[in-house]
């Protein structure tokens, strides 16, 4: 049974660009949350997606925008690329019926140049 | 809002020794808790979680943690660590029950020596 699928694992922009993350939850999940790690820093939650909306967000800029497909997958979008987008981006899977049952993937690094 | 504090950035302790990690949480009604794991290169792996009930709650690898309402805190615990807990381990805190959004510490970087 697969886990939380995240792709790509590692990729480097230029500041201004546009980026798209993908996330796999894991099977059975419904759930879909976004994370961002700073290096040296504990994850800080960006958005959460549950039938195809955007039901939970943080304290992050409209640049941060995502998307949730039929099947459960999702995808993070982050326009206008600064230095300081520069993170570990966790995705992390749940069902909705389950309290907290979270899945994390291994994240994407991206790096802003 | 809530908020999660990790006052130890960086632990080193022998293989075998024993261990404590601090976590102390701002959360105005009953918090749920949770210790996760994170190897580098790596996502977060779940240790233990407390919802309710029974203050010292066990989780994997050997892991235990007390949640303490009176000092706001949830330290974890191990009896013996080996060379393989070597890792980051992050403290958070949900609010309320159901799919919230969790608020992580800046996480306890644990070094083991042989």
């Known amino acids: 049974d697969a886990g939380v699928t995240q792709s790509p694992t590692h990729l480097i922009k230029t500041r201004g660009q546009q980026v798209t993350l993908r996330c796999s939850p894991k099977s059975g999940h419904d759930t879909v949350s976004w994370y961002q790690q700073a290096l040296g820093q504990g994850p800080q939650f960006i958005f959460q997606?549950?039938?195809?909306?955007?039901?939970q967000r943080g304290n992050f800029p409209d640049r941060f925008s995502g998307h949730q497909f039929p099947n459960y997958s999702s995808e993070l979008n982050v326009n206008a690329l600064l230095l300081g987008d520069s993170a570990l981006y966790l995705c992390?899977?749940?069902?909705?019926?389950?309290?907290?049952?979270?899945?994390f993937g291994s994240g994407t690094r991206l790096t802003v140049v | 809002a809530q908020s999660v504090t990790q006052p130890d950035i960086h632990i080193t302790v022998s293989e075998g020794a024993s261990l404590e990690l601090r976590c102390n949480y701002s959360?105005?009604?009953?918090?749920?808790l949770f210790w996760y794991v994170q190897s580098p290169g790596q996502g977060l792996q779940l240790l233990l979680k407390?919802?309710?009930?029974?203050?010292l709650v066990q989780g994997i690898k050997g892991f235990e943690a007390e949640f303490k309402r009176s000092q706001s805190s949830f330290n974890l615990r191990k009896p013996s660590v080996h060379w393989s807990d070597a890792a980051e381990y992050f403290c958070a805190v949900g609010a309320g029950f159901g799919n919230e959004k969790l608020t992580f510490g800046t996480g306890t970087r644990l070094t083991i020596i042989p």
């Open positions: 997606y549950y039938e195809e909306e955007e039901r």
């Open positions: 407390y919802f309710s009930g029974d203050t």
């Open positions: 959360y105005g009604a009953t918090p749920y």
């Open positions: 992390a899977s749940s069902f909705d019926r389950e309290g907290y049952g979270y899945t």
